[in-house]
């Protein structure tokens, strides 16, 4: 079956850095997608990543495995607003979303 | 505004009582989808639609109808809703599809509508 993994909820203080991690076992892949949904609202999108690297946007990272099955998003600078849930979706071969569950952000001051 | 609307943003029924929640976007975007969103789990596609008169099943599409009528709109039916439709439902569009040859689009999603099914 296909899979995607990610922590449940995180914890991070304001300034600081924080890594989440995805993990995904897919049929084919044509590419990885990040976005940031607060509660109670509508998904964004974040980034996209299709080939191994790092892709960075100002103070968002997301980076790529694709040997690994693995992609993390890097959020530096912690700002309250942060405080959201980070959901990871892998465009497997048919060119269907398979989502995460979605990781908890929490900003403490 | 480019934007996706949805209509109710909350909506309480009962077993049995079909219901429609609307869709409609400005962006002039071919590809249109429903998902629905519970707690411990990803978003999950009910249907999908590529263009006018063109719908395909989703991962979840039991006990959901849609059609697609016209470009803007995507309505979803519920012709006898139950308990286990209780969820958060998004509507999201996009220029011409998830992906292709050489290209992949962003999906933008409507606020979202709260049903909740006694």
């Known amino acids: 079956g296909q899979n995607i993994d990610q922590p449940t909820e995180m914890t991070a203080t304001e300034g600081a850095i924080v890594q989440i991690n995805c993990t995904y076992q897919?049929?084919?892949?044509?590419?990885l997608f990040w976005y940031q949904q607060h509660a109670g609202e509508a998904p964004t999108f974040l980034s996209y990543n299709v080939l191994d690297g790092l892709e960075e946007k100002g103070r968002f990272s997301s980076f790529l495995s694709r040997s690994k099955g693995y992609s993390y998003l890097l959020l530096k600078e912690l700002q309250m607003k942060d405080s959201a849930s980070y959901l990871c979706?892998?465009?497997?071969?048919?060119?269907?979303?398979?989502w995460g569950a979605g990781t908890k952000l929490i900003i403490k001051p | 505004e480019a934007q996706v609307t949805q209509n109710p943003r909350y909506l309480i029924t009962v077993t049995g009582k079909k219901l429609t929640v609307t869709c409609s976007q400005n962006m002039n975007h071919e590809y249109m989808s429903w998902y629905r969103q519970d707690p411990g789990l990803g978003l999950r596609q009910i249907y999908y639609s590529m263009n006018v008169e063109v719908t395909d099943k989703g991962d979840v599409p039991e006990g959901y109808k849609v059609s697609r009528k016209e470009k803007r709109n995507f309505p979803l039916i519920l012709e006898s809703p139950s308990p286990n439709q209780t969820s958060l439902y998004f509507c999201?569009?996009?220029?011409?599809?998830?992906?292709?040859?050489?290209?992949?689009?962003?999906?933008?999603f409507g606020p979202g509508t709260r049903l909740t099914v006694l």
């Open positions: 897919t049929s084919g892949f044509n590419g």
């Open positions: 979706a892998v465009m497997d071969s048919n060119y269907q979303l398979i």
């Open positions: 999201a569009s996009s220029l011409r599809g998830l992906a292709g040859e050489g290209y992949t689009d962003t999906q933008y």
